[in-house]
């Protein structure tokens, strides 16, 4: 088996070959770090490789594995996380340059669970600084360049969690952690072709994470299926002392070949205004998949809720604190991306009313899609309307015309709803498309049994990208 062919397999796959003993947890680990050194700086996808920890926590995980104790399926695999994450004696730079030289002396909780659990962190990630809170308006807005696609380099691989969506779409770490406050974990899944879990707000503990918006951050998986995503959902979901809005509970993964969740209620959108042809094409067959293991009802109505102006008011409100010190110091001058360098000032002038009407609106939001989950387990859209964008090009500039995506994200995120992004098929360019799947709170078993049913029909997560 080459080394790509190895990188490719799921977290399941690499798992029963490790528990037979017919993989080391050290062979696999330099094969993640050879890729990362090859392929990751051409994709923008590094910022700090941990190869002497790595090579420590592989032979650990040998030894253990060797003596019989297994610790669970993510034992020995290798992944990367969202260069936002503390990790002690490392630099975690947020992505930004004023704080490249910026090293803490503890682990985040993600981290500690995730060791904990036997996986082997190989990489810090990229990402876009300050994970796009001072409303970052092109690619190019990171200390290590533009993130891309490795579909096509030409492209975004999306953000903020660019790094994260390009090392598991080229094969470099097995899964990574992403981040979303509005849709930063589902859009680089969507534009690189990869599986995407945004947990229910609070399920994930997010002590040592950089805070953006305290009441909209959620940690999460970005990984080859649905699966995946689960198995590493369960290591990280349960409550955690040192973050108070973290929930109470645990997660537990069903198996796979476990009954596909027949009869669940989804209603399916084709409504997209403005989305490119392949996006509605895909997404018309996917909710044909759907069918068969789910009564899709098509088109119902979505709350009508301002949902996008609610979430940049909040988000600009929370980021204004959150990097207020960054923003009057003058050091946002040393961003990369020119719209960050003043992003930061209109949104300390927002006023105080507009944030606490938006955040009082929340409250019928909620009561509304909870209303529509009282019919329907999950309902399916497209992820994006549109393939990537190019590297290059403002964003506005790319689709005239086009929002980001349907309401669903930003209306998940307000609500705190968890969704799962999955692979669909290929659009302009030859770049993925993306279906969603969004939930009620706490639903996740619900979506990822969906979208391990949809996997199950179609080939899309097996893809790879040429030239990896």
Same mark, same amino acid.
């Given at each position: 088996?080459?080394?790509?062919?190895?990188?490719?397999?799921?977290?399941?796959?690499?798992?029963?070959?490790?528990?037979?003993?017919?993989?080391?947890?050290?062979?696999?680990?330099?094969?993640?770090?050879?890729?990362?050194?090859?392929?990751?700086?051409?994709?923008?996808?590094?910022?700090?490789?941990?190869?002497?920890?790595?090579?420590?926590?592989?032979?650990?995980?040998?030894?253990?594995?060797?003596?019989?104790?297994?610790?669970?399926?993510?034992?020995?695999?290798?992944?990367?996380?969202?260069?936002?994450?503390?990790?002690?004696?490392?630099?975690?730079?947020?992505?930004?340059?004023?704080?490249?030289?910026?090293?803490?002396?503890?682990?985040?909780?993600?981290?500690?669970?995730?060791?904990?659990?036997?996986?082997?962190?190989?990489?810090?990630?990229?990402?876009?600084?300050?994970?796009?809170?001072?409303?970052?308006?092109?690619?190019?807005?990171?200390?290590?360049?533009?993130?891309?696609?490795?579909?096509?380099?030409?492209?975004?691989?999306?953000?903020?969690?660019?790094?994260?969506?390009?090392?598991?779409?080229?094969?470099?770490?097995?899964?990574?952690?992403?981040?979303?406050?509005?849709?930063?974990?589902?859009?680089? @899944?969507?534009?690189?072709?990869?599986?995407?879990?945004?947990?229910?707000?609070?399920?994930?503990?997010?002590?040592?994470?950089?805070?953006?918006?305290?009441?909209?951050?959620?940690?999460?998986?970005?990984?080859?299926?649905?699966?995946?995503?689960?198995?590493?959902?369960?290591?990280?979901?349960?409550?955690?002392?040192?973050?108070?809005?973290?929930?109470?509970?645990?997660?537990?993964?069903?198996?796979?070949?476990?009954?596909?969740?027949?009869?669940?209620?989804?209603?399916?959108?084709?409504?997209?205004?403005?989305?490119?042809?392949?996006?509605?094409?895909?997404?018309?067959?996917?909710?044909?998949?759907?069918?068969?293991?789910?009564?899709?009802?098509?088109?119902?109505?979505?709350?009508?809720?301002?949902?996008?102006?609610?979430?940049?008011?909040?988000?600009?409100?929370?980021?204004?604190?959150?990097?207020?010190?960054?923003?009057?110091?003058?050091? @946002?001058?040393?961003?990369?991306?020119?719209?960050?360098?003043?992003?930061?000032?209109?949104?300390?002038?927002?006023?105080?009313?507009?944030?606490?009407?938006?955040?009082?609106?929340?409250?019928?939001?909620?009561?509304?899609?909870?209303?529509?989950?009282?019919?329907?387990?999950?309902?399916?859209?497209?992820?994006?309307?549109?393939?990537?964008?190019?590297?290059?090009?403002?964003?506005?500039?790319?689709?005239?015309?086009?929002?980001?995506?349907?309401?669903?994200?930003?209306?998940?995120?307000?609500?705190?709803?968890?969704?799962?992004?999955?692979?669909?098929?290929?659009?302009?360019?030859?770049?993925?498309?993306?279906?969603?799947?969004?939930?009620?709170?706490?639903?996740?078993?619900?979506?990822?049994?969906?979208?391990?049913?949809?996997?199950?029909?179609?080939?899309?997560?097996?893809?790879?990208?040429?030239?990896?």
């Amino acid at each position: 088996m080459t080394t790509s062919e190895l990188c490719f397999k799921s977290v399941r796959e690499l798992g029963a070959l490790l528990r037979a003993r017919k993989l080391s947890p050290v062979e696999l680990t330099r094969a993640c770090l050879e890729r990362l050194k090859e392929h990751g700086p051409g994709l923008g996808a590094v910022a700090t490789l941990m190869e002497e920890s790595a090579l420590r926590e592989a032979a650990a995980a040998e030894r253990e594995i060797s003596a019989r104790r297994y610790r669970g399926p993510l034992h020995g695999i290798p992944y990367g996380v969202k260069d936002l994450l503390a990790t002690r004696g490392v630099p975690t730079t947020w992505g930004a340059q004023p704080y490249r030289d910026q090293v803490f002396d503890y682990d985040a909780t993600a981290v500690i669970r995730l060791r904990e659990a036997g996986a082997i962190l190989v990489a810090k990630l990229a990402m876009v600084e300050l994970a796009g809170g001072l409303g970052y308006n092109t690619a190019d807005a990171s200390w290590t360049g533009p993130g891309r696609t490795p579909w096509n380099r030409n492209f975004w691989s999306g953000g903020s969690s660019s790094g994260p969506a390009a090392a598991v779409a080229a094969g470099l770490a097995v899964f990574a952690i992403g981040s979303e406050t509005s849709g930063s974990i589902l859009t680089p @899944a969507a534009f690189s072709g990869v599986s995407g879990l945004r947990p229910t707000y609070g399920r994930v503990s997010r002590h040592g994470a950089m805070a953006l918006s305290w009441t909209l951050d959620k940690l999460g998986p970005m990984a080859r299926s649905a699966d995946d995503c689960g198995l590493v959902l369960a290591a990280l979901a349960g409550h955690d002392p040192l973050d108070p809005s973290s929930l109470r509970g645990t997660y537990s993964h069903r198996e796979p070949g476990s009954p596909a969740p027949s009869g669940a209620r989804t209603p399916g959108s084709r409504r997209a205004p403005g989305a490119r042809a392949e996006v509605r094409a895909n997404v018309e067959a996917s909710l044909e998949v759907l069918r068969k293991f789910a009564d899709v009802t098509l088109d119902v109505d979505w709350p009508d809720f301002p949902w996008g102006p609610a979430v940049s008011v909040i988000v600009g409100s929370e980021g204004a604190s959150a990097f207020l010190e960054l923003v009057e110091s003058g050091r @946002a001058a040393e961003l990369r991306c020119v719209k960050d360098r003043t992003g930061g000032l209109p949104s300390t002038l927002i006023p105080a009313v507009d944030y606490l009407h938006s955040m009082r609106l929340r409250g019928p939001m909620r009561r509304a899609a909870a209303a529509l989950f009282e019919r329907f387990d999950a309902v399916a859209a497209p992820t994006r309307q549109t393939v990537a964008y190019p590297v290059g090009v403002e964003f506005e500039k790319v689709y005239p015309g086009v929002g980001g995506g349907p309401a669903l994200i930003p209306a998940g995120n307000l609500c705190g709803l968890p969704a799962l992004a999955v692979p669909n098929g290929f659009g302009e360019k030859g770049l993925p498309t993306s279906l969603s799947l969004l939930g009620a709170p706490l639903s996740e078993a619900t979506l990822l049994e969906l979208g391990a049913a949809f996997q199950a029909a179609t080939d899309w997560h097996r893809r790879r990208p040429p030239g990896v």
